[in-house]
């Protein structure tokens, strides 16, 4: 594969704290040679592990832009041993926009791995962060919520590894970690995220689900915060053991088949019958359809596949067919 044409105007060997930006090439028409810069801190001190905290993968998503702002101020050289890489709005351009897709080529940046060194902003950035940054990596954690559409029960959020020892340590950071819930998924179309490209390279990687609805939500917020220096404590980077939330410790979940999933089987406006975080049971009524187009016609009826834990739930009114409204998880 091709070197890559974005530039770190950070040195990522340097001892000390710099903050500074990525710069993409971005061709526009009134200006051949437009670069676009994506914000990157470094804290690097003494030797020890390398942890690249991420967030804005999604533009919509914001517990975890805030908490990397934070934490980018916040951290000092002198408390770290060993190297922290921060990307508080990693895919720049639908972060500003406030949107899950980028405003320039409408792609999805968690689709776009392991990237293409020519491929358009997004490709070439996708490249860099998998061929520059993660070999760098012992522990990559990229933070997400809901966005617009879903609101999410905050979890840390691993995969399914068929490497029992790297499972076991990828669960050890998400209790770490310390969200009311650590999450194992198979997931949707997982082979292009950031996440199956950091579990490619041996790395222990995890994701999060920290609320949604297009809104910051305090209560995630502060999990978010929390969180994020968890990582670091347990990592060894920072001293001190990782902090518990008032919660206690995680309750392991996953979501086992499609079963959990509700799915709209029409176009309508979505009437949920439960808040998020609910114990739910198989087959009871999940909330009905309202179909505008059939005023004379009773609302569609769509029920619970399976029961258990209600982890995730539409927020946005508006649905189209085959989006799933709720998804239900059962302990691991
Ligand atoms: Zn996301």
Same mark, same amino acid.
């Given at each position: 594969m091709s070197a890559s044409p974005v530039v770190a105007e950070?040195? @990522? %060997?340097?001892p000390g704290k710099q903050i500074g930006q990525l710069r993409v090439p971005q061709s526009r028409d009134d200006s051949g040679w437009g670069t676009i810069p994506v914000p990157v801190v470094v804290v690097a001190n003494g030797s020890g592990p390398t942890v690249l905290l991420t967030a804005g993968n999604h533009g919509d998503e914001y517990e975890g832009q805030v908490a990397l702002l934070d934490l980018a101020r916040g951290l000092r050289a002198e408390e770290v041993q060993g190297r922290v890489i921060l @990307? *508080? +709005?990693?895919?720049y351009p639908a972060c500003a926009a406030g949107k899950r897709l980028s405003p320039l080529d409408g792609r999805d940046f968690n689709r776009c791995f392991p990237g293409d060194p020519f491929g358009g902003f997004a490709m070439s950035l996708a490249h860099f962060v998998d061929s520059v940054l993660l070999p760098l990596c012992d522990y990559q954690m990229d933070l997400h919520s809901g966005g617009t559409g879903m609101d999410i029960f905050p979890s840390a959020v691993g995969h399914f590894l068929d490497d029992r020892a790297m499972q076991d340590r990828t669960i050890a950071m998400a209790d770490a970690f310390g969200a009311p819930c650590t999450m194992l998924l198979r997931e949707v179309n997982a082979g292009p995220t950031l996440l199956a490209a950091a579990e490619r390279r041996g790395i222990v990687a995890l994701s999060s689900e920290l609320g949604g609805g297009g809104r910051l939500n305090p209560g995630n917020l502060a999990i978010t915060r929390r969180g994020a220096r968890n990582v670091l404590h347990h990592a060894g980077v920072l001293e001190g053991a990782p902090e518990v939330g008032a919660y206690g410790t995680a309750r392991r979940m996953t979501v086992p088949t499609l079963a959990h999933y509700v799915f709209a089987a029409a176009d309508g406006i979505w009437e949920a019958q439960d808040a998020l975080g609910a114990e739910v049971a198989e087959g009871a009524p999940a909330g009905l359809l309202h179909r505008i %187009? +059939? *005023?004379g016609d009773p609302p569609l009826p769509l029920r619970y596949g399976a029961g258990g834990l209600l982890w995730c739930v539409r927020h946005a009114g508006r649905v189209k067919t085959g989006d799933p409204v709720a998804v239900v998880a059962e302990p691991l």
């Open positions: 950070v040195d @990522l %060997e340097r @990307l *508080p +709005a990693m895919h %187009e +059939a *005023p």
